[in-house]
């Protein structure tokens, strides 16, 4: 019974993020230094035990993940399960646009995760549609074989990471900005289940457990999620990209650097 390891990997820079307009699901391709980050991240993480790669299909995260996946030897898959926040109205606008047109409305959906811009989805939706794509990559024996790295937007990653960490809506949007080419890293292991006949409580010496590692072999149906790292980015000395806006969020610095996930893991 092995842990599985998830890794959810924000797309290079856009024109779009250089210049603060929200792309939501535009199809907008990465920026001449979006394709730098990509490939500088691509260098570092040569070494990973990557067994699967999935991108949303969007031009932006499809072609970050060809980049990162050419030296693991891996096809990229997509899935437009993994796309960004669909912003209805906002799309294509700027920031300063958007405060013109609906004053309030733009700083009122990063508190509220149960908000959809006019025409839009929720944070929520996102975190959902989103989930299933795991849920079923859960299912087969892809992490027996190593990390599955999935390539999408900042919105959708935040959303992602807070529910498969089962996190309430009302601490949902405590992950601040994800900068181009930084990710998430998720660690899966079995739930912790009742011992079965035995409804004693734990000494205070520990001598006593009521609750036992799960051992059933489908413990991946219902697992619990830790969160290894946010706003990692592939060498802490050189990041990956300077975080900038992306579809919507407003993404801060992060000085967390790569781990090694070579071998098993």
């Known amino acids: 019974m092995a842990d599985r390891r998830l890794v959810l990997i924000r797309h290079g820079e856009t024109e779009y993020n250089a210049t603060g307009r929200m792309q939501g699901q535009l199809d907008t391709e990465l920026s001449a230094v979006g394709r730098d980050q990509a490939r500088v991240a691509a260098e570092v993480l040569a070494g990973w035990n990557v067994s699967r790669v999935i991108a949303s299909d969007l031009s932006r995260a499809e072609e970050t993940a060809r980049i990162l996946a050419q030296p693991w030897g891996i096809e990229v898959e997509t899935d437009r399960r993994l796309r960004e926040t669909d912003l209805g109205a906002w799309q294509g606008a700027s920031h300063r646009e958007v405060d013109a047109a609906y004053p309030g409305q733009r700083a009122y959906w990063k508190h509220d995760p149960e908000w959809a811009p006019p025409q839009g989805e929720t ?35 935040g959303a992602l990471t807070a529910r498969l960490l089962e996190l309430p809506a009302s601490h949902s949007l405590v992950f601040s900005g994800l900068g181009n080419v930084c990710w998430s890293q998720l660690l899966a292991r079995p ?12 000494a205070i010496d520990g001598s006593t457990v009521p609750l036992v590692p799960s051992s059933d072999e489908q413990w991946w149906k219902t697992p619990k999620w830790q969160l290894e790292g946010w706003n990692v980015h592939a060498n802490a000395a050189a990041p990956a990209g300077a975080p900038s806006p992306d579809e919507g969020g407003d993404a801060n610095s992060s000085n967390s650097s790569s781990q090694d996930l070579g071998g098993g893991a």
């Open 123 to 157: 944070r929520m939706q996102v975190a959902e549609r989103a989930f299933a794509v795991v849920d079923e990559v859960m299912r087969g024996d892809d992490f027996d074989r190593g990390v599955v790295v999935m390539v999408a937007h900042g919105g959708t990653i």
């Open 191 to 202: 739930q912790f289940v009742r011992n079965q006949g035995d409804s004693s409580a734990p």
